[in-house]
């Protein structure tokens, strides 16, 4: 973790909307581990005219983590247990849906957690807070059956129905990032819904592992995989001043394959790539097939380096063909975060960069515990600019970027 600076610390001078509580559910204790270090350390330097009241009592506290138990039956039943009170408290409850790493005994045999057993796990923890805090704010990085956006025939919409029921269970907030297709919040109007963009977390992993970027024009594309991504990408060529392209997916409307129709090529729009850098910008990485034939037709065309920017690095087939991709020179990085689940040989490959995001998520559970405005954290292109002028700076003076 990156050391505590004096300029990392917000200036927060309202009350806290009540005592701030983190809960984690099973799979994500490191993740909460490391937001209440930063919590910590921020709220035991900060001062406040508001110290000497009763509701700055437990303001100042050695760990905002709450221990919530998630036992299993031998059946695979489960339950959830509140083992400290939260009567009264601001919750943050933090899940990661996709983290097939966890296991439980049933039936005798070693089941791996599916993100049906998480959600429900999720579910479990909140029934056991039982009406009792103050707030409960639900922190989902990947958005549950986020994939499952819009019906097309006879299907179920899934992630609209989560996303009513934890309303019904109480929860107030659910804060997201990247959602598959946004529009999924209209399932819930009237409650708080935010899907954040790492943008500058890319950015910033990009910039600190590799040295000679030239980001302009003449060296730097960005690229959209697919059309339903061109917001996002669009967001990130007008930031950066640079152009955009962008690949649809032609498909084979006469068959089913897994679920959906099956792509037949990935055809591209845009300017020549030729000699250029390209960014591609894509909200997750699955199988990566399509992904890496992404690369390899920019490649054809002559493009030069080709790096992918991937909020959710899921990997579901394996890393062996990012590997050969790699070694082939049809990728150069691939630059995830540290949202969901990260299988530990990743760290060790050269053409993977991973970008922490717990101080950025520290950043906003504190915020919004003090009912403060999160615009500036959500819309970083300020700290964007920033940053990319002190890197270019650095390679006018020929010294290492940090």
Request: hydrophobic share 35%.
């Amino acid at each position: 973790m990156e050391p505590i600076k004096q300029h990392d610390k917000r200036h927060l001078d309202t009350m806290p909307a009540g005592a701030l509580g983190i809960v984690p559910i099973k799979g994500c204790e490191e993740m909460a581990s490391e937001i209440d270090y930063y919590l910590t350390r921020w709220r035991a330097e900060r001062e406040s005219e508001h110290k000497d009241s009763l509701a700055y009592i437990s303001y100042k506290r050695p760990s905002y983590i709450l221990d919530c138990n998630l036992p299993r039956f031998g059946t695979g039943e489960g339950k959830g247990v509140m083992l400290e009170s939260v009567r009264g408290m601001d919750l943050y409850l933090i899940a990661d849906v996709v983290n097939y790493s966890e296991t439980y005994k049933m039936f005798g045999f070693e089941n791996h957690m599916s993100p049906d057993d998480h959600y429900q796990n999720l579910k479990r923890a909140i029934a056991a807070i039982g009406g009792k805090a103050r707030r409960i704010t639900v922190i989902m990085p990947y958005l549950y059956e986020s994939r499952q956006h819009k019906r097309t025939a006879r299907e179920s919409l899934d992630c609209a129905i989560a996303l009513q029921e934890l309303v019904r269970m109480g929860v107030d907030n659910i804060i997201t990032f990247d959602a598959h297709d946004p529009r999924v919040m209209n399932a819930i109007p009237l409650n708080g819904f935010d899907t954040v963009q790492p943008a500058y977390q890319f950015i910033k992993g990009l910039l600190r592992n590799v040295d000679d970027l030239h980001i302009d024009n003449e060296h730097m594309l960005i690229i959209s995989p697919d059309e339903g991504g061109m917001k996002r990408a669009v967001y990130y060529a007008n930031v950066l001043g640079l152009d955009m392209g962008m690949f649809y997916k032609r498909r084979d409307y006469t068959q089913i394959v897994n679920g959906e129709n099956p792509v037949v090529a990935h055809e591209f729009l845009g300017s020549s790539v030729e000699g250029k850098d390209m960014v591609v910008i894509d909200d997750m990485l699955s199988s990566g097939d399509s992904i890496i034939e992404v690369a390899r037709q920019l490649k054809k065309r002559k493009a030069k380096r080709v790096f992918i920017c991937e909020t959710f690095g899921l990997f579901t087939d394996g890393i062996e063909k990012f590997d050969k991709a790699y070694e082939d020179g049809i990728i150069d990085k691939i630059i995830t975060t540290n949202l969901v689940y990260q299988k530990p040989e990743l760290q060790d490959r050269p053409w993977y960069v991973c970008c922490g995001m717990s101080k950025y998520l520290a950043y906003i559970i504190d915020t919004l515990n003090h009912d403060s405005s999160i615009s500036d954290l959500l819309d970083p292109r300020e700290k964007i600019l920033n940053i990319i002028e002190r890197y270019n700076k650095a390679r006018e003076e020929g010294v290492k970027f940090q």
